[in-house]
Each structure stands twice: as C-alpha cells, then as structure tokens.
Antibody, heavy 120, light 112 residues
Framework: EVQLVESGGGLVQPGRSLRLSCAAS????????MHWVRQAPGKGLEWVSG????????HYADSVKGRFTISRDNAKNSLYLQMNSLRAEDTALYYC?????????????WGQGTLVTVSS | DIQMTQSPSTLSASVGDRVTITCRAS??????LAWYQQKPGKAPKLLIY???SLESGVPSRFSGSGSGTEFTLTISSLQPDDFATYYC??????????????FGQGTKVEIK
C-alpha cells in the first residue's frame, strides 16, 4: 500500500524559512516523479512544485519560483520542500503527491498534508 | 499559462440524480486531464485520468469524456458518498518552457 507522510509544518513568521518532508513507502520511490500541492484554508488546490525521478528536472509555480526549492533523496525514499522568504499567502495545507503509473503526470496517491501557517 | 475553468461552482442534487460537471481549458491539452474528489478534512482522491480512464477501485458510475479544451465528469446515479468537491486538473510536463499542472477552482456537489 502506498503511503506518503508529510511533516515539518508549523507556525512561522513572515520572511522566515521552513523545510517540509515527505516520507514515502509501499512503492519504488525512484521510479516516479513527485509533487507538492497546497490548499489554503477554505480554498482550492494549487500545484506548487514537481521533481522528476532522478532530480533531472524541477518545476515550480510562478507564485513560489525563486523562494521554494524541491529536492528528493531516493536512498531515503524522501521528498523535500525548502521554503524561504515565506509570506502570509503561503499559509496552506501542503500535500505530497505521487505521479501516476506509467509516467503520466496525474497524481494517483496523496499524503494527508502538513499545515504551514505564516503569521507574525 | 493554461487556465482551467469549472462549472458550475456549486451543484445541488439528490441521490439518484445524473450529475455533470464541465471543465474548460484555455488552450488545447489533448486528453491530459484528471478528475479528483475531495471530502472535508481529507486528501484529494484520483477518479479519472487521461480524460476518460477510470482509476482502479473507483465505482463505474463515474465517467469522464472530452478532449482538446472541453471535458466533462459524469456521475450516472449520485450516491450519498458522492457529496464532495470535485476538481479537474490539466497535466502536461512536456509543454514548452517546462511542466505545468493546473487545477480548476472546484465544484461542490451538495445535497438538494
């Protein structure tokens, strides 16, 4: 069974940094691209960032480009999101998501999310 | 960037109703479209991928259709468990300039 468990969220002041982690199990982690998706309180889903299986390509939403960095450690079956220069509008539940079987870039498994609150 | 527009934003329906949700893309995305269901306090769940392929384990009352810029999600006979918010998503990691993934704003299906 695929499991994705996010951690690292919390309350942080504007301008500060936070690093999210996602621990993966139940599948061959280094076979799949991975993504971060966020959801602000009461709002819809927003794709944040994605990384290919070998870290060869990283993609970012315009809203986080230059501030967030996605990475992965295939030896540890882990995905990360380094978030710098945080803003109030980054407040959201952050989900880790796995690419679909066959390499298509829909998201067939999701974690339960970790909450990031940016406030002074 | 590709924009995704869902309609309606809210839909009131009764158990047994046939329900259709529409998703329009601002430019052609072929069939690179997925549908997700989200219930309050839960992570999204994949229902449909590649516009019309049913994810394993998803009831057959869910179906998807469309290509290019216009897509639909249909629930043939609404069940109590189906009251939730539904999102479409375009996925195209091969677009010029790099990957893009965009969600629609969501359609909340409520009990009438």
């Amino acid at each position: 069974e695929v499991q994705l468990v996010e951690s690292g969220g919390g309350l942080v002041q504007p301008g500060r940094s936070l690093r999210l982690s996602c621990a993966a199990s139940g599948f061959t982690f280094d076979d799949y691209a991975m993504h971060w998706v966020r959801q602000a309180p009461g709002k819809g889903l927003e794709w944040v960032s994605g990384i290919t299986w070998n870290s060869g390509k990283m993609h970012y939403a315009d809203s986080v480009k230059g501030r967030f960095t996605i990475s992965r450690d295939n030896a540890k079956n882990s995905l990360y999101l380094q978030m710098n220069s945080l803003r109030a509008e980054d407040t959201a539940l952050y989900y880790c998501a796995k690419d679909g079987v066959g390499g298509d870039d829909y998201f067939d498994s999701w974690g339960q999310g970790t909450l990031v609150t940016v406030s002074s | 960037d590709i924009q995704m527009t869902q309609s309606p934003s809210t839909l009131s329906a009764s158990v047994g109703d046939r329900v259709t949700i529409t998703c329009r893309a601002s430019q052609s995305i072929s069939t690179w479209l997925a549908w997700y269901q989200q219930k309050p306090g839960k992570a999204p769940k994949l229902l449909i991928y590649k516009a019309s392929s049913l994810e394993s384990g998803v009831p057959s009352r869910f179906s998807g259709s469309g290509s290019g810029t216009e897509f639909t999600l249909t629930i043939s006979s609404l069940q109590p468990d189906d009251f939730a918010t539904y999102y479409c998503q375009q996925y195209n990691s091969y677009s010029p300039g790099g990957g893009t993934w965009t969600f629609g704003q969501g359609t909340k299906v409520e009990i009438k």
